[in-house]
């Protein structure tokens, strides 16, 4: 049983010991003898149960970017509960079979049961060795030639202003084991202007944005290499925003009550999750050990600061009143 470095050790190795350290993975990766993912029972999934989850209509960028085999670690933003549907439906309309990996330490047991039908490779956030046995899991996929999908921020991003957390490291070892391209792709949920009821009807469109293909370098730095990643989809997304007219530039930005009102739908509304933002907080990367926040609240005085709003202080920014439909 092979097992990961920590980051620490890894980057203290020579350029040549990088290179053995990650062709010993690789070969220990094949030795699992994966197989191709289930090709039958996911897309009966796809068309009967994941368009009810939504009320919104997918558009997809930058096609070109995509290898011709379309073997990737696709390394995408996580924003809410519909990311991993998400995959699986761009996926199933690009014809090909996808693993996600996923934690199911949030999910509830219809959710998890879902997902290992969907064969994702589910994950626990609190077992050191349960994510180093999914990242081998998630390199033997793509080695078998299976494209693979990691959120890499880890939680959902909440966040009123920032384009993304800081992402780990794993998906830069993923791709250093497989010798497979990873390519930077933003999930962009547009929000409707107005108030909600109901979490599925948050969203107007969803905008999938594939980057140009970063191959990861064995013999090189991966926190650096996670950091071109990181640069590049917030690239990427703030190149969205422009395109959309989202201005995000201060808090003086910021629909309050808006903010308040699909933030509360993201975390109690969702369909199969249960979302404990201080849990959740607590798996942001931090690189100087702070915490880190993720979500902004109304405090005593009235003013819109960082915290989390519970979920009896939320109820009261929901509306019942009826969506405005857009196209």
Known sequence: MESLLSIRNLEKLSSREKVEYFSNLRDYCISLNKRDIGKNRVPLLFSKIFPLLRNYGYFVEGIENLPDNGCALFVCNHSNSHDFFTAQELFRMLGKNVSVLSADDDLNFATATLFKICEAVLIDRND??????????????????????????????????????????????????AQAPIIPTIFEYVEVPSKCFKEKDLFYKCIIKFGEPIFIYQDTSLINQTNIIQKKMEDNRRDLWGELGINKN?????DVELYLNHTYLKKYGAFGFDYDSKVERGYLFSKDGNLIENE???DDYGNFVPGVTTKEEGKKYITKKKNIAFE
């Not at 060795?129 to 078998?144: D, K, P, Q, R, V």
């Not at 030639?145 to 794993?170: R, S, Y």
């Open 128 to 177: 050191k060795n349960s994510t180093s046995n999914g990242i081998f899991e998630m390199a033997a996929n793509l080695i078998c030639g299976n494209p693979a999908v990691i959120f890499g921020e880890a939680t959902w991003n909440l966040h009123p202003l920032k384009t993304m957390h800081q992402i780990k490291i794993g998906a830069s070892e993923i791709a250093a084991i």
């Open 250 to 254: 201060s808090i003086r930005d910021i």
């Open 296 to 298: 902004y609240r109304i």
